[in-house]
């Protein structure tokens, strides 16, 4: 009796926290890595344009030139702030809030999944937007925008998905080990890409 007491409760603490629609744990763990790779993406996308923007530096962008067209565009800047600025702080928000909850997932899980959804509704209607005036408007597309719209829509769609977080100590353990590792490659590679980007802008400039 008492045990089925208890599985009744876990039942119903999981049922007050679950925001979206629920998956099993292992399978969260994997989608919390996946927003945690995309949102470096992005941020190394937003960065990466940042620069260009500050420094003035042309912009690797493929065959076509959309990057510059959209450069130049009034809807670079906002409040006379460089677009990708807000990219780069919206991109540090999700991997400061995944970090958070892989080091303590068992602090406000209910409030913690709603705020990284309304962030990443906020950063989805902000790419949705720069995507549709490149589209109708510039007639030209930003590769990089392109690939932080990406970043964003999956961050998005996959924090639809939640469920009860693993709990147990080694779970909490093996999720920081991920992330350090994931943070240690993302400094090593986006400092390597970047090296070669700027690079070859300026032997093509």
Not at 49 to 66: E, K, M, S
Not at 160 to 172: H, L, M, T, V, W
Request: aromatic fraction near 14%.
């Amino acid at each position: 009796m008492e045990s089925e007491h208890m599985q009744r409760e876990e039942v119903v603490a999981a049922r007050v926290h679950r925001v979206g629609i629920g998956v099993p744990g292992d399978v969260l763990r994997t989608l919390h890595r996946a927003m945690l790779i995309a949102a470096f993406v992005g941020l190394f996308a937003s960065i990466y344009l940042l620069f260009t923007y500050i420094f003035g530096t042309p912009i690797v962008c493929g065959a076509r030139a959309g990057c510059e067209i959209v450069r130049a565009s009034p809807w670079a800047y906002s409040f006379h702030i460089p677009r990708p600025a807000f990219g780069v702080a919206f991109y540090f928000a999700i991997i400061f809030l995944l970090a958070l909850h892989a080091y303590a997932p068992h602090i406000r899980p209910r409030a913690w999944r709603i705020v990284l959804l309304l962030a990443s509704t906020v950063g989805l209607i902000e790419s949705i937007v720069l995507t549709l005036v490149q589209w109708l408007e510039l007639r030209a597309f930003c590769l990089w925008c392109l690939t932080s719209a990406a970043a964003t829509t999956t961050i998005f769609f996959l924090s639809i998905f939640d469920g009860r977080e693993p709990s147990a100590k080694g779970s909490i353990i093996r999720e920081l080990r991920f992330l350090f590792n994931v943070f240690l490659a993302a400094i090593l590679l986006g400092g390597v890409a970047l090296y070669f980007l700027f690079s070859h802008a300026v032997s093509g400039a």
